[in-house]
Protein backbone atom coordinates (compact mmCIF):
# COMPACT_ATOMS: atom_id res chain seq x y z
CA UNK A 1 0.00 0.00 0.00
CA UNK A 2 1.47 3.47 -0.89
CA UNK A 3 2.16 5.93 1.86
CA UNK A 4 -0.06 8.98 1.82
CA UNK A 5 2.43 12.37 1.22
CA UNK A 6 2.04 16.04 0.03
CA UNK A 7 4.76 18.27 -2.06
CA UNK A 8 6.08 21.88 -1.13
CA UNK A 9 8.14 22.84 -3.41
CA UNK A 10 9.97 26.69 -3.43
CA UNK A 11 11.32 28.23 -6.33
CA UNK A 12 13.70 30.85 -5.84
CA UNK A 13 15.80 32.73 -7.46
CA UNK A 14 18.92 30.54 -6.37
CA UNK A 15 17.54 27.25 -5.10
CA UNK A 16 14.45 25.40 -6.22
CA UNK A 17 13.25 23.19 -2.98
CA UNK A 18 11.45 20.14 -2.83
CA UNK A 19 10.20 18.21 0.26
CA UNK A 20 7.93 15.71 0.64
CA UNK A 21 6.03 15.24 3.64
CA UNK A 22 3.68 12.61 5.03
CA UNK A 23 0.55 12.57 6.81
CA UNK A 24 2.42 12.83 10.05
CA UNK A 25 4.31 15.75 9.06
CA UNK A 26 7.39 13.97 9.03
CA UNK A 27 9.71 14.44 5.78
CA UNK A 28 10.08 11.70 3.27
CA UNK A 29 12.09 13.49 1.44
CA UNK A 30 13.86 16.75 0.30
CA UNK A 31 16.10 18.25 -2.80
CA UNK A 32 17.90 21.52 -2.68
CA UNK A 33 18.90 22.20 -6.67
CA UNK A 34 20.54 25.33 -7.57
CA UNK A 35 18.09 27.23 -10.09
CA UNK A 36 20.63 28.69 -12.10
CA UNK A 37 18.21 30.93 -13.50
CA UNK A 38 16.15 28.10 -15.25
CA UNK A 39 13.64 27.19 -13.13
CA UNK A 40 11.64 25.32 -15.41
CA UNK A 41 14.38 22.93 -15.59
CA UNK A 42 15.20 22.84 -11.95
CA UNK A 43 11.44 21.65 -11.04
CA UNK A 44 11.39 19.37 -13.59
CA UNK A 45 14.68 17.66 -12.74
CA UNK A 46 13.53 18.12 -9.06
CA UNK A 47 9.93 16.14 -9.88
CA UNK A 48 12.20 13.38 -11.80
CA UNK A 49 14.44 12.73 -9.02
CA UNK A 50 11.29 12.64 -6.58
CA UNK A 51 10.05 9.91 -9.24
CA UNK A 52 13.17 8.20 -9.43
CA UNK A 53 13.03 7.40 -5.55
CA UNK A 54 9.68 7.26 -3.67
CA UNK A 55 7.19 6.84 -6.65
CA UNK A 56 6.73 3.15 -6.35
CA UNK A 57 6.06 4.12 -2.27
CA UNK A 58 4.06 7.25 -2.16
CA UNK A 59 0.71 8.70 -3.43
CA UNK A 60 0.68 12.46 -3.33
CA UNK A 61 -2.54 13.85 -2.16
CA UNK A 62 -1.51 17.78 -1.89
CA UNK A 63 0.43 19.54 -3.63
CA UNK A 64 1.93 23.50 -2.64
CA UNK A 65 4.24 25.63 -4.29
CA UNK A 66 5.68 29.00 -2.48
CA UNK A 67 8.64 31.64 -3.77
CA UNK A 68 9.34 33.59 -6.90
CA UNK A 69 8.14 31.30 -9.12
CA UNK A 70 5.32 29.57 -7.54
CA UNK A 71 3.10 30.88 -9.79
CA UNK A 72 4.65 29.34 -12.84
CA UNK A 73 5.40 25.93 -10.43
CA UNK A 74 1.68 26.15 -9.56
CA UNK A 75 0.96 26.00 -13.18
CA UNK A 76 3.61 23.01 -14.30
CA UNK A 77 2.56 20.78 -11.13
CA UNK A 78 -1.35 21.35 -10.58
CA UNK A 79 -0.65 22.69 -7.43
CA UNK A 80 -3.48 22.72 -4.38
CA UNK A 81 -2.27 26.50 -2.82
CA UNK A 82 -0.04 28.76 -4.19
CA UNK A 83 1.08 31.30 -1.59
CA UNK A 84 3.56 33.98 -0.89
CA UNK A 85 7.36 33.31 0.87
CA UNK A 86 6.11 35.15 4.20
CA UNK A 87 3.45 32.92 4.66
CA UNK A 88 5.41 29.79 3.85
CA UNK A 89 8.09 30.48 6.32
CA UNK A 90 5.90 31.58 8.91
CA UNK A 91 3.95 28.44 9.02
CA UNK A 92 7.24 26.43 9.02
CA UNK A 93 8.68 28.03 11.99
CA UNK A 94 5.50 27.25 13.82
CA UNK A 95 5.75 24.06 12.94
CA UNK A 96 8.85 23.61 14.82
CA UNK A 97 8.43 26.24 16.95
CA UNK A 98 5.25 26.69 18.08
CA UNK A 99 5.59 30.19 20.39
CA UNK A 100 8.31 31.51 17.74
CA UNK A 101 8.28 35.75 17.65
CA UNK A 102 10.90 36.45 14.89
CA UNK A 103 12.00 34.53 11.89
CA UNK A 104 15.48 35.69 10.35
CA UNK A 105 15.50 34.27 6.74
CA UNK A 106 18.31 34.54 4.66
CA UNK A 107 18.50 33.14 1.53
CA UNK A 108 20.90 33.85 -1.30
CA UNK A 109 19.39 36.95 -3.12
CA UNK A 110 17.17 38.11 -0.53
CA UNK A 111 16.94 38.17 2.98
CA UNK A 112 13.48 38.85 5.20
CA UNK A 113 12.47 39.12 8.84
CA UNK A 114 8.95 38.02 10.04
CA UNK A 115 7.59 38.87 13.45
CA UNK A 116 4.65 36.68 14.76
CA UNK A 117 3.08 37.06 18.15
CA UNK A 118 0.38 34.51 19.06
CA UNK A 119 0.84 32.54 16.36
CA UNK A 120 0.13 35.58 13.66
CA UNK A 121 2.56 36.93 11.33
CA UNK A 122 1.62 40.45 12.34
CA UNK A 123 5.05 42.69 10.79
CA UNK A 124 7.54 41.78 8.28
CA UNK A 125 10.30 43.19 5.93
CA UNK A 126 12.13 42.38 2.88
CA UNK A 127 15.65 43.46 1.22
CA UNK A 128 15.68 42.35 -2.20
CA UNK A 129 18.01 45.41 -3.38
CA UNK A 130 21.53 44.74 -1.46
CA UNK A 131 23.73 41.70 -1.87
CA UNK A 132 25.41 42.61 1.65
CA UNK A 133 22.89 41.07 3.49
CA UNK A 134 22.45 38.00 1.73
CA UNK A 135 23.98 34.68 1.04
CA UNK A 136 26.03 35.69 -2.32
CA UNK A 137 27.51 38.00 -0.78
CA UNK A 138 29.18 35.69 1.39
CA UNK A 139 30.06 32.93 -1.44
CA UNK A 140 31.56 35.95 -3.43
CA UNK A 141 33.91 36.55 -0.34
CA UNK A 142 34.69 32.66 0.15
CA UNK A 143 35.59 32.44 -3.49
CA UNK A 144 37.81 35.47 -3.23
CA UNK A 145 39.60 34.18 0.00
CA UNK A 146 39.81 30.60 -1.77
CA UNK A 147 37.65 28.79 0.83
CA UNK A 148 34.94 26.89 0.30
CA UNK A 149 31.57 28.14 1.84
CA UNK A 150 30.78 25.10 3.91
CA UNK A 151 33.90 25.66 5.93
CA UNK A 152 33.18 29.31 6.15
CA UNK A 153 31.19 29.31 9.33
CA UNK A 154 33.39 26.62 11.30
CA UNK A 155 36.55 29.52 10.31
CA UNK A 156 34.58 32.49 12.03
CA UNK A 157 34.34 30.09 15.47
CA UNK A 158 38.25 30.27 15.48
CA UNK A 159 38.62 33.69 15.68
CA UNK A 160 40.33 35.55 18.43
CA UNK A 161 40.62 38.94 17.66
CA UNK A 162 37.47 40.90 16.12
CA UNK A 163 38.00 43.12 12.96
CA UNK A 164 35.50 44.91 12.05
CA UNK A 165 34.76 45.07 8.25
CA UNK A 166 32.00 47.70 6.65
CA UNK A 167 29.15 45.94 5.86
CA UNK A 168 26.80 48.42 4.25
CA UNK A 169 27.24 47.98 0.56
CA UNK A 170 29.03 44.67 -1.05
CA UNK A 171 31.26 46.64 -2.95
CA UNK A 172 32.70 48.85 0.22
CA UNK A 173 33.02 45.47 2.63
CA UNK A 174 34.68 44.00 -0.59
CA UNK A 175 37.01 46.71 -0.20
CA UNK A 176 37.59 46.91 3.27
CA UNK A 177 37.87 43.26 3.30
CA UNK A 178 41.08 43.50 0.98
CA UNK A 179 42.26 46.47 2.98
CA UNK A 180 42.25 43.92 6.33
CA UNK A 181 44.20 41.27 4.23
CA UNK A 182 47.01 43.99 3.01
CA UNK A 183 47.62 45.11 7.01
CA UNK A 184 47.89 41.57 7.58
CA UNK A 185 45.10 40.11 9.50
CA UNK A 186 44.80 36.20 9.94
CA UNK A 187 41.95 34.28 7.34
CA UNK A 188 39.57 33.31 10.54
CA UNK A 189 39.53 37.29 11.81
CA UNK A 190 38.32 38.64 8.15
CA UNK A 191 36.10 35.83 7.91
CA UNK A 192 34.35 36.44 11.90
CA UNK A 193 34.74 40.10 10.49
CA UNK A 194 32.44 39.12 7.70
CA UNK A 195 30.21 37.39 9.09
CA UNK A 196 29.57 40.16 11.45
CA UNK A 197 29.12 42.72 8.78
CA UNK A 198 26.06 40.57 7.36
CA UNK A 199 24.07 39.71 10.65
CA UNK A 200 25.48 43.66 11.33
CA UNK A 201 23.24 44.54 8.11
CA UNK A 202 20.87 42.41 8.50
CA UNK A 203 19.87 43.96 11.47
CA UNK A 204 20.23 47.56 11.10
CA UNK A 205 18.59 47.43 7.27
CA UNK A 206 15.68 44.67 8.20
CA UNK A 207 15.29 44.72 12.42
CA UNK A 208 15.46 48.96 12.25
CA UNK A 209 12.29 49.67 14.27
CA UNK A 210 11.37 46.14 14.98
CA UNK A 211 10.53 44.47 17.98
CA UNK A 212 12.71 41.35 18.18
CA UNK A 213 11.98 38.89 20.68
CA UNK A 214 12.74 35.52 21.26
CA UNK A 215 12.33 32.64 20.70
CA UNK A 216 13.84 33.45 17.35
CA UNK A 217 14.02 30.78 14.28
CA UNK A 218 17.19 31.17 11.89
CA UNK A 219 15.77 30.07 8.20
CA UNK A 220 17.54 29.81 4.49
CA UNK A 221 20.81 28.71 3.36
CA UNK A 222 22.82 30.53 5.64
CA UNK A 223 21.02 29.16 8.66
CA UNK A 224 24.15 26.61 8.20
CA UNK A 225 26.71 28.93 8.66
CA UNK A 226 27.38 28.84 12.34
CA UNK A 227 29.63 31.96 12.15
CA UNK A 228 26.47 34.29 11.01
CA UNK A 229 24.42 32.55 13.83
CA UNK A 230 27.25 33.32 16.38
CA UNK A 231 27.16 36.92 15.26
CA UNK A 232 23.48 37.06 15.82
CA UNK A 233 23.16 35.52 18.86
CA UNK A 234 26.06 38.02 20.50
CA UNK A 235 23.71 40.83 18.79
CA UNK A 236 20.32 39.60 19.70
CA UNK A 237 22.25 38.35 23.50
CA UNK A 238 19.67 35.59 22.95
CA UNK A 239 19.91 31.97 21.69
CA UNK A 240 18.73 31.60 18.15
CA UNK A 241 17.25 28.12 16.74
CA UNK A 242 18.34 26.85 13.54
CA UNK A 243 15.73 24.07 12.47
CA UNK A 244 16.84 20.56 11.32
CA UNK A 245 15.60 21.61 7.53
CA UNK A 246 16.16 25.09 7.57
CA UNK A 247 17.46 25.34 4.04
CA UNK A 248 14.34 24.09 2.54
CA UNK A 249 11.38 25.69 5.15
CA UNK A 250 9.52 27.55 2.33
CA UNK A 251 9.14 23.85 0.76
CA UNK A 252 7.88 22.59 4.32
CA UNK A 253 5.70 25.47 4.87
CA UNK A 254 4.25 24.67 1.46
CA UNK A 255 3.61 21.34 2.13
CA UNK A 256 1.12 22.43 5.41
CA UNK A 257 -0.61 24.58 3.61
CA UNK A 258 -1.16 22.01 0.72
CA UNK A 259 -2.46 19.42 4.03
CA UNK A 260 -4.58 22.00 5.16
CA UNK A 261 -6.37 22.82 1.74
CA UNK A 262 -6.26 18.96 0.51
CA UNK A 263 -8.15 18.42 4.15
CA UNK A 264 -11.12 21.59 3.19
CA UNK A 265 -11.09 20.27 -0.75
CA UNK A 266 -11.15 16.66 -0.50
CA UNK A 267 -8.95 16.26 -3.68
CA UNK A 268 -6.02 17.34 -5.00
CA UNK A 269 -5.38 18.95 -8.46
CA UNK A 270 -1.57 17.02 -8.79
CA UNK A 271 -0.67 16.41 -12.30
CA UNK A 272 1.44 13.46 -11.34
CA UNK A 273 5.33 12.65 -11.48
CA UNK A 274 4.85 11.96 -15.23
CA UNK A 275 4.51 15.78 -15.81
CA UNK A 276 8.44 15.98 -15.68
CA UNK A 277 8.55 14.41 -19.09
CA UNK A 278 6.99 16.91 -20.69
CA UNK A 279 8.20 20.07 -22.50
CA UNK A 280 7.17 23.42 -21.59
CA UNK A 281 7.45 26.78 -23.22
CA UNK A 282 7.14 30.21 -22.37
CA UNK A 283 6.63 33.44 -24.59
CA UNK A 284 5.22 36.73 -23.95
CA UNK A 285 3.67 40.16 -25.67
CA UNK A 286 2.47 43.17 -24.60
CA UNK A 287 -0.94 44.11 -24.56
CA UNK A 288 -1.97 47.22 -26.48
CA UNK A 289 -5.70 47.52 -25.14
CA UNK A 290 -5.02 49.72 -22.66
CA UNK A 291 -2.68 52.97 -21.45
CA UNK A 292 -0.99 49.86 -18.66
CA UNK A 293 0.59 48.07 -21.27
CA UNK A 294 0.63 44.99 -19.50
CA UNK A 295 3.38 42.39 -20.47
CA UNK A 296 1.17 38.94 -20.61
CA UNK A 297 3.09 35.76 -20.21
CA UNK A 298 1.73 32.37 -22.29
CA UNK A 299 2.90 29.06 -20.87
CA UNK A 300 2.93 26.32 -23.45
CA UNK A 301 2.99 22.45 -22.24
CA UNK A 302 3.57 19.98 -24.69
CA UNK A 303 2.66 22.72 -27.62
CA UNK A 304 -1.00 23.30 -26.30
CA UNK A 305 -1.24 26.98 -24.20
CA UNK A 306 -2.28 25.94 -20.92
CA UNK A 307 -2.10 29.18 -18.55
CA UNK A 308 -1.75 33.54 -18.70
CA UNK A 309 -0.76 35.54 -16.42
CA UNK A 310 0.60 39.00 -16.27
CA UNK A 311 -2.35 41.59 -17.41
CA UNK A 312 -3.76 43.78 -14.41
CA UNK A 313 -7.88 43.09 -16.04
CA UNK A 314 -7.72 39.60 -16.47
CA UNK A 315 -8.26 40.03 -20.43
CA UNK A 316 -6.24 37.20 -21.15
CA UNK A 317 -5.45 35.36 -18.24
CA UNK A 318 -9.40 34.78 -17.80
CA UNK A 319 -9.55 33.46 -21.77
CA UNK A 320 -7.28 30.48 -23.38
CA UNK A 321 -8.87 31.04 -26.70
CA UNK A 322 -9.59 34.90 -27.00
CA UNK A 323 -10.78 35.93 -30.34
CA UNK A 324 -7.84 37.67 -31.04
CA UNK A 325 -4.58 35.87 -30.32
CA UNK A 326 -0.92 37.58 -30.58
CA UNK A 327 1.71 35.85 -29.37
CA UNK A 328 5.41 36.56 -29.72
Known amino acids: MKKKCYLGIDVGSVSTNVVVMDTEEKILNKLYIRTQGKPIQALKQGLQMVKEELRQDVEVIGVGTTGSGRQLASVMVGADVVKNEITAHGIAALHCVPDVKTIIEIGGQDSKIILLRDGIIYDFAM ?185 KCGRWSNVLTPQKEKLA
Open 127 to 311: NTVCAAGTGSFLDRQAERLDIPIEEFGALALQSKTTVRIAGRCAVFAESDMIHKQQLGHNQEDIINGLCQALARNYLNNLGKGKDIKSPVIFQGGVAANVGIRKAFEEMLECEIVVPPHANVMGAIGACLLAKDEVSRTGRTNFYGFDIADSSFHVNSFECESCANMCEVVGFHRDGQLVARWGD
